[in-house]
């Protein structure tokens, strides 16, 4: 990322964007990740917003989800006792197209983290260039130690509420944390049943067999590993005999690693939230998937069946292993300062957000300052709601296309995105930061559309 500042704003939009903040701030009291979210936005937008002040109105209505959806979850577990859980949508912003974004199932989901994830998903899905809007749902469920039957029983009851909500031409949920193939099934089978409808469209992430795309499960992390590639290009490297550490060992860390290895780098690290396995050997990638994806383990299972080469720290984070490339993959705010310290001093030369705001404020002002590329997850993983997209493409045409199209697409999408928020970065005075360039580059086409369909 540069050191050169951007543009200065004027008084009047500094005042303005203050006084937005505030109220913004003060009607969503509490949700400490939707003001992150809003402060990292608001804090690029002051080039644009000099040149075109009329835009700050479409900004006032932009931060305004247009709809937020709460209801309750109950359920049944195997031993017959029932659990109420809380389930959220918030629609944010159609005015691209449909309401596109993941749910998560986590217990750490509420409004204001549900909230910020939908408002990071409307830059990226307009980044995307394709037609879709922003929106973001989960549920504080916690899926690890249940069984198929408690976890299909849970999503047939969050889609008896859901359904209603949704369809291929409103809002078209996909997987995020803790939702994934598995769930996806559920819960497409019961809005099937519900409304009598096979309507591929309305949910992404589905089996290739039944309406899915093919690279859809690789693509968040695929994409964010091209996306990496193409920051280290413009300092003319490549990723070949690269280091690189990688958090988490979800849907994206495990597809991050596997393409990052298949160009020649060597993955150091997987974790999850017991700790962290550092592989001095590299890791093992059909080792680590077999626990992960088929046995639903944790690495430090994958530490004791690799042997010597791998060590489990328990409690431990990723960053304090050395790397040229970090590639935070599994939530928000897991990099902080102290990690970004740690990394800029193990020579880190760029870091790719494969999780949405992984990195702490604090942690992004410090690898701007050191001069890191900084990838912003609103750019870097939007391969994934990209692929989600194409899946979309292809349900609406009845049609299937080969793994090599669909990846060829992304490839294309990816390097699409690169250029224009590097392009737009530079344009606003601020070469290499890739925050600035994403957040202003997503908010102009969406700001375009809005003014364009008049106050609604
Ligand atoms: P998964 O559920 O597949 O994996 C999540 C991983 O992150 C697990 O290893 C999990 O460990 C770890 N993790 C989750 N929450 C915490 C926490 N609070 N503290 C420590 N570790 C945690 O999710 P995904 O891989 O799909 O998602 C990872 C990130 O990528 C999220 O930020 C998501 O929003 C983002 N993303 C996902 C996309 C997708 O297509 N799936 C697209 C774009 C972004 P444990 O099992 O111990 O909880
Ligand atoms: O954060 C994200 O972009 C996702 N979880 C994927 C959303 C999607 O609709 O594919």
Redesign the pocket.
């Known amino acids: 990322m540069s050191k050169t500042s951007p543009r200065p704003l004027t008084p009047d939009v500094t005042s303005a964007l203050e006084s937005l903040r505030a109220d913004a701030v003060r009607r969503n009291a509490g949700e400490p990740e939707f003001h992150q979210a809003l402060d990292e936005v608001l804090e690029s937008l002051g080039p644009v917003l000099s040149a075109r002040p009329e835009l700050l109105d479409v900004l006032r209505r932009l931060v305004e989800p247009e709809r937020q959806i709460i209801f309750r979850v109950p359920w049944q577990d195997d031993a017959g006792a029932t659990h109420v859980n809380r389930g959220f949508r918030v629609e944010f912003n159609s005015a691209l197209g449909p309401y ?3 749910l998560r199932f986590h217990p750490s989901v509420n409004l204001g983290v549900v909230k910020f ?1 939908g408002f990071e ?1 409307i830059f ?1 899905n307009a980044l995307t260039g394709l037609n879709m809007g922003g929106g973001k749902g989960g549920s504080d469920f916690d899926p690890h130690g249940r069984s198929d039957a408690e976890v299909m029983r849970f999503c047939q009851s969050f889609m008896t509420e859901l359904y209603r909500h949704l369809g291929e031409h409103t809002d ?5 944390i803790g939702v994934g193939g598995r769930e996806i099934g559920y819960l497409f089978g019961q809005y099937r049943r519900i409304t009598n409808r096979w309507e591929a469209g309305v949910l ?2 589905k089996g290739t067999g039944w309406g899915g795309s093919p690279v859809r499960v690789e693509a ?1 992390g695929y994409g964010n590993v091209l996306f990496a590639a193409e920051m280290l290009a413009q300092r003319g490297e490549d990723l070949e005999g690269q280091q690189v550490v990688v958090s988490g060992s979800g849907n994206v860390a495990l597809y991050s690693m596997e393409k990052a290895q298949a160009l020649g780098a060597h993955v150091l690290t997987a974790s999850d939230s017991s700790g962290y396995v550092v592989d001095e050997k590299g890791i093992d990638l059909d080792l680590l998937k077999q626990v992960k994806e088929v046995e639903r383990g944790r690495v430090a299972d994958y530490a004791e069946r690799r042997g010597a080469s791998a060590r489990f720290v328990p409690g431990g984070r990723v960053w304090d292993v050395p790397a040229d490339l970090a590639l935070p993959s599994a939530t928000q705010n897991e990099l902080d300062a102290e990690a970004a310290l740690a990394l800029i001093r193990g020579g880190v030369k760029a870091v790719s957000e494969g999780a ?1 705001m992984p990195c702490t404020p604090e942690a992004v002002r410090l690898f701007r300052e050191a001069g890191v590329a900084l990838g912003p997850g609103k750019a870097a ?2 391969g ?2 990209a692929t ?1 997209g194409l899946e979309m493409r292809q349900n609406a045409a009845r049609s299937a296309w080969t793994f090599a199209d669909v990846e060829a697409r992304l490839a294309a999408i990816m390097r699409d995105i690169h250029a224009t928020v590097h392009e737009t970065a530079e344009i606003h005075g601020a070469p290499g930061d890739y925050v600035l360039g994403a957040n202003i580059a997503g908010f102009q086409r969406v700001a375009e559309a809005m003014d364009a369909q008049g106050i609604i």
């Open positions: 596109k974004g993941g994830l998903q990226k078209v949920p996909a997987g995020d992404t992430g968040t949405n993983n939007a994934g709601v989600s």
